[in-house]
């Protein structure tokens, strides 16, 4: 994608019949502007193409480069005026029309040409916008291809019982790790996997200077300590904190929700044990008693859509988390798609009559079409589903890679390219069979991109990102880096102004598409398509030009 730029020789066709005042015919003139007003608050006029003097169907051979950027939604605008003097200041001439679209559109286009009505005076006439891209060879890219790609959206449903639970934790004859002083205690919580490894999910201050801390109090959902599985392990390292980072460990006990939830109790007193010092030492007991202090379970606060504290909650007046990551990264992406229909998907809901669990259901509940119309008919079918299903855990991503996998297996020859967008709160219940899928959809044409929403640690999301350790499943590396991981959190603008926000948060997650869709190619020596016959309209041979 680096050094790729876009030729654009614009054409109109049919502006007006005779100048109104004159009766004259006019001559024409188009000012184009680029209107980048995500991240500017006003138009800059980027370039003007030449005056044709006297037609009705001009032809501009002028030719613009603008940067392309994919990550970026690249507002346009262009304006047409009857020139009638050598004036160069527009406003002394006659506003014929103008035309609205983005770069995203006019590439993703048909043989990369646009054809819009231009509106405001003469609302039936047409202006046809063509772009030329270019590589740095003087190629065509193979993003050309993009232009009929399929993009599917996927949410993560939250479990229904999504519980609350405030702890707070005291420790007692800790071991002493500092030569000059006590130690600086603090713990470390840990969530079980399917596949046997543990993931963490809460993190505890640092006390300092004691054996005997007592630590704050903290809330963390129960679906992020042990995904709803009140039985589940419950991993806790305790360490003496380092300046330097490389903390001393102290030693480690387990448990489970379930016992946790006893809250202040004689079965709450757990052993803190090092397994090397209980190995070395035969008379080794302990290295100190971790206990709960306090315990409290809260219920139902945030998996219910109808809650304001829910990340689904629907505010008339304001998009939720869900809805905003769809829509700052969807209205990117959905230009590259011929007809704007894309299939949405939920999972980890029940849905009715008989409330069985699904994790691949359509949002508009019709099994046989899930197809929405554009961004804003995927919004409206999730707003409709969470009216109708009760979500509801475990919480598998597995499915719907797989789901999207089995489409892009169908079509390998480059002519589509597939894009997976999961949205979570960043609980996963099969990470095991996750990584397998995405090991195996790494050699399909298909990316994943993950937007992670809430307060909840994403170190499994981190994982599956995979760039700073390659993912693997089996001893299986993945052919290709196919996934890009961002939490939402990151992009909240403090001012409240979502629109920059918004934008900054689509710029990242599909900066490495270009990337991984390039990879792809190449890796199946699949060839760009070679460059469409210049546009001539019918009957048109030369025009002057001044």
């Known amino acids: ?19 109104p005042i004159t009766g004259s015919i006019p001559a024409t003139k188009v000012e184009l502007t680029v209107d980048m007003h995500i991240y500017k608050y006003r138009d800059f ?22 940067d392309y950027f994919f990550e970026e939604k690249q507002n346009l605008r262009f304006d047409m005026y009857d020139v009638d003097s050598k004036s160069p200041d527009l406003s002394k001439h006659d506003f014929l029309g103008q035309v609205f679209c983005t770069l995203g559109e006019v590439v993703g286009s048909p043989a990369s040409r646009l054809e819009k009505p231009l509106g405001w005076l003469f609302s039936l006439n047409t202006m046809r916008i063509q772009t030329c891209v270019g590589g740095a060879d003087g190629g065509v890219p193979l993003l050309r291809s993009l232009k009929c790609q399929l993009l599917s959206e996927f949410f993560s449903f939250l479990a ?13 004859k800790l071991d002493k790790k500092d030569f000059f002083g006590k130690s600086d205690p603090f713990m470390v919580f840990y969530r079980s996997n399917e596949d046997g490894t543990f993931t963490i999910c809460h993190k505890t201050e640092v006390v300092k200077n004691t054996l005997n801390p007592v630590w704050q109090s903290f809330t963390i959902p129960v679906r992020g300590l042990c995904n709803g599985d009140y039985d589940r392990t419950i991993k806790v390292e305790v360490y003496d904190w380092d300046r330097d980072g490389s903390h001393d460990f102290i030693g480690e006990f387990t448990t489970s929700y379930r016992e946790l939830a006893r809250g202040q109790s004689q079965f709450n007193i757990y052993e803190v044990v090092n397994p090397k010092k209980k190995m070395k030492k035969k008379k080794y007991a302990n290295s100190g008693t971790v206990s709960v202090s ?23 007046y304001q998009m939720n988390a869900y809805a905003m990551a769809l829509k700052a990264v969807g209205e990117i992406i959905q230009d590259y798609d011929s007809d704007k229909m894309f299939p949405a998907l939920g999972f980890g809901a029940k849905l009715p009559p008989d409330g069985r669990v ?113 993912i693997s499943s089996r001893g299986k590396l993945a052919e290709r880096d196919i996934v890009q991981f961002v939490p939402f959190r990151d992009y909240m603008d403090r001012t409240g102004n979502h629109v920059l926000s918004m934008a900054r948060l689509a710029k990242d997650v599909l900066a490495e598409i270009p990337d991984q869709f390039i990879s792809y190619m190449k890796s199946r020596g699949i060839k760009p398509n070679p460059a469409p016959p210049p546009y001539t309209p019918a009957g048109h041979t030369h025009h002057t030009q001044i």
């Open 294 to 316: 306090y315990g409290r379970l809260t219920s139902d606060l945030t998996g219910n859509p109808s809650q304001s504290t829910s990340l689904h909650y629907m505010n008339p």
């Open 45 to 66: 006029l980027f370039g003007r193409t030449e005056v044709i003097d006297n037609t009705l169907n001009p032809d501009f051979v002028r030719k613009y480069i603008l």
């Open 160 to 172: 229904p019982s999504q519980d609350f639970a405030t702890m707070q934790f005291c420790a007692n």
């Open 358 to 470: 699904f994790h691949e259901f359509p949002l508009n509940g019709n099994i046989e079409n899930p197809y929405c119309n554009g961004i804003e008919g995927i919004l409206e079918a999730y707003h409709q589903s969470l009216k109708t299903v009760q979500l509801y855990g475990p919480t598998n991503f597995a499915p719907v890679v797989n789901h999207v996998a089995r489409y892009a297996a169908a079509v390998q020859d480059g002519s589509q390219y597939f894009v997976l967008l999961i949205i979570t709160d960043g609980v996963i219940s099969d990470m095991a069979q996750t990584k397998e899928a995405i090991v195996n959809a790494a050699k399909l044409p298909m990316s994943i991109i993950i937007v992670g929403v809430g307060q909840a640690e994403f170190d499994a999301m981190v994982e599956l990102d995979g760039d700073d350790i390659r």
């Open 1 to 19: 994608m680096e050094g790729d730029a876009l030729d654009k020789p614009e054409d109109a066709a049919s502006v007006c019949d005779f100048d």
